[in-house]
């Protein structure tokens, strides 16, 4: 009993510190992170620009506090000075983003305040980007898993670094999860389909199926790389929310153009240059993200010269690779019908297979009491995702057409869930361009979904994979339903989901236009600055002198089944690594 009463004391005392509010809680747990407008005070005036005095540069300023930004700016903080710039909020107090229940809440939240900033992709694609501190990893649905040998290969990182530098993210925010019922009837489901063997509790990419690490803890709770900054030296960093960073300021007087700070405005609308130090292994490090990255380097003058002419931008650098080879892994999600209520959970079973797809599940989240009348979380269109249509397609006329569509499905629909197929490694690719000089507008992003016919067939294969587990003996049991056919099943699919592709009568008939017609994104997104193209081996930006990048915008393929992991543990890894350039064993890492 008294074991019982200690820890009901520690979850009040938990629940109690988020009660208090993000400065409070930021002040205490990390009295380094401080408004963007505390930088400085000489300016009072938006359209002027202050700036720290030259005594007072730092040695690495990193844009964009997120998935990766978080962990580097950790590491190099061990040794170096640090301005990390976030252009969100913390995410400690946000209860949309603190807790499991309210994931598809904060997905929903087109607030300028919101962690999540919605777009729409060309394709008609609906998305999401983070726009806080510990970036993705704050509104995704948490599951954790490292990528494969082969990802780290054509990465040329070093296993050595690498065995170490997954550890040290999975000693803070990893866990061990508690496995939903659901979760366990997927992973029935996939070893009576063959997907095999049973690789139980994993964090190592392999084939078969297995349960992955998630970053909630046991009482519903997210942990976010926010957190990682908890290996800090607060001496050596400062940590600036709502610091918006505008553009990359560059000396262009010798042989190649040399960054040597930032320009970021505040919450306030004030504008602020932040310097580096004139040590020449100082930089300006981005990690913006797949979208953030590419759009930051136009904004700042490097990119295809005719298209930033577009827009009146001077050019720094000349290279017609930034923004190209964008890829998105396009998920497809069948909507599994129950005559049980099932209990909330998000990805924590995965089935890694040889048809180049990969197998997850997530349930419950139609049984929210925040839903207005029945929804799919991730799917919803009542809780706001329709309001991410363009201002002209935003008609009652289409809210409504939403709403007759899901009444029209069985209430048991809404009391199951999802089984979502993903294409691991998508050869179809496209490209980002700006849309304006404004930094806080989405730029237009194509992902061209199927384009190459080896993801369309893969998709397919994927489909038939997911309608014969829906369809298992498993399942249907734990489900207590008689089993679907197929057509009911796609067309349940159908009717549920939101995207902005038209749809065509023969969806259900043929796969191939069920894919084309049903796709949607799990946040998988990655390319726009990738190696060889537009950095080296070492991620330094060609043809430049002081500037970095680390994110996702680099890879060509996004790593293992879920990139989280491998995106922290690369933060992590490049600050490792820039220590020991620069230091060697004196770097003590």
């Given at each position: 009993m008294a074991l019982k009463i200690l820890c009901w004391l520690l979850l009040w005392i938990n629940l109690l510190s988020l009660s208090l509010g993000d400065q409070t809680s930021s002040e205490f747990r990390f009295p380094f992170i401080k408004l963007a407008s505390t930088f400085s005070s000489s300016s009072s005036s938006s359209s002027s620009i202050s700036s720290k005095d030259k005594d007072n540069s730092y040695d690495y300023i990193i844009v964009g506090g997120g998935t990766a930004g978080c962990p580097l700016a950790a590491t190099l903080s061990q040794n170096f000075s640090v301005l990390l710039l976030e252009r969100g909020g913390v995410p400690f107090a946000n209860s949309n983003v603190s807790f499991l229940r309210n994931f598809h809440i904060a997905l929903a939240d087109i607030s300028p305040e919101s962690a999540s900033q919605a777009f729409v992709s060309t394709d008609g694609v609906i998305n999401a980007r983070a726009r806080v501190l510990g970036g993705g990893t704050c509104i995704n649905a948490g599951f954790y898993t490292r990528a494969d040998s082969r990802f780290m290969k054509r990465a040329g990182w070093d296993p050595e670094i690498v065995n170490k530098s997954y550890p040290w993210v999975e000693k803070l925010i990893v866990r061990k999860p508690k496995v939903a019922p659901w979760q366990r009837a997927v992973r029935d489901s996939l070893l009576e389909a063959g997907i095999s063997p049973d690789n139980g509790f994993t964090y190592d990419h392999k084939y078969g199926t297995k349960f992955g690490?998630?970053?909630?803890?046991?009482?519903?709770?997210?942990?976010?790389?926010?957190?990682?900054?908890?290996?800090?030296?607060?001496?050596?960093?400062?940590?600036?929310?709502?610091?918006?960073?505008?553009?990359?300021?560059?000396?262009?007087?010798?042989?190649?153009?040399?960054?040597?700070?930032?320009?970021?405005?505040?919450?306030?609308g004030t504008l602020h240059q932040a310097n580096i130090g004139s040590n020449p292994k100082s930089e300006v490090i981005l990690s913006c993200g797949a979208i953030g990255t590419p759009q930051m380097l136009m904004l700042s003058g490097i990119g295809d010269k005719q298209e930033l002419q577009k827009h009146n931008i001077s050019s720094v650098l000349d290279n017609k690779y930034v923004g190209k080879g964008m890829a998105d892994n396009p998920m497809n999600s069948l909507f599994v019908p129950s005559n049980r209520s099932v209990e909330q959970s998000l990805i924590q079973t995965v089935g890694i297979t040889k048809l180049g797809v990969y197998v997850e599940a997530s349930s419950g989240f139609g049984q929210s009491q925040d839903s207005i009348q029945c929804h799919h979380g991730i799917m919803s269109a009542e809780i706001g995702q329709l309001s991410t249509l363009p201002p002209k397609q935003r008609t009652p006329e289409a809210i409504q057409a939403y709403i007759r569509r899901k009444k029209d499905l069985p209430h048991e629909a809404f009391k199951g869930g999802?089984?979502?197929e993903k294409i691991a490694k998508p050869l179809?690719?496209?490209?980002?361009n700006l849309v304006s000089t404004n930094v806080d507008e989405n730029p237009n992003v194509t992902f061209n979904y199927f384009s190459h016919p080896q993801d369309l067939k893969r998709c397919v294969e994927g489909i038939r994979l997911a309608?014969?587990?829906?369809?298992?003996?498993?399942?249907?049991?734990f489900m207590q339903c008689d089993k679907p056919t197929a057509e009911k099943i796609l067309n349940m699919s159908i009717a549920a989901n939101v995207n902005l592709v038209p749809k065509h009568p023969n969806n259900t008939k043929s796969l191939e236009q069920f894919c084309r017609d049903t796709v949607i994104t799990i946040w998988h997104y990655h390319g726009g600055a990738h190696i060889g193209k537009v950095v080296d081996t070492n991620r330094k930006v060609l043809g430049m002198e002081r500037l970095r990048i680390v994110d996702g915008s680099t890879f060509d393929v996004s790593p293992g089944t879920n990139p989280q992991a491998t995106v922290m543990m690369m933060g992590r890894y490049m600050g490792v690594e820039i220590l020991r350039n620069r230091l060697g064993k004196k770097a003590g890492v």
């Open positions: 690490g998630t970053i909630f803890d046991r009482f519903g709770r997210r942990h976010t790389a926010a957190e990682l900054l908890a290996y800090a030296n607060p001496q050596n960093i400062s940590v600036l929310i709502h610091a918006t960073v505008q553009k990359i300021v560059f000396d262009t007087t010798g042989k190649k153009p040399r960054a040597v700070g930032v320009i970021f405005k505040d919450e306030k999802f089984i979502l179809s690719t496209g490209h980002l309608t014969k587990l829906v369809q298992s003996k498993r399942f249907t049991n």
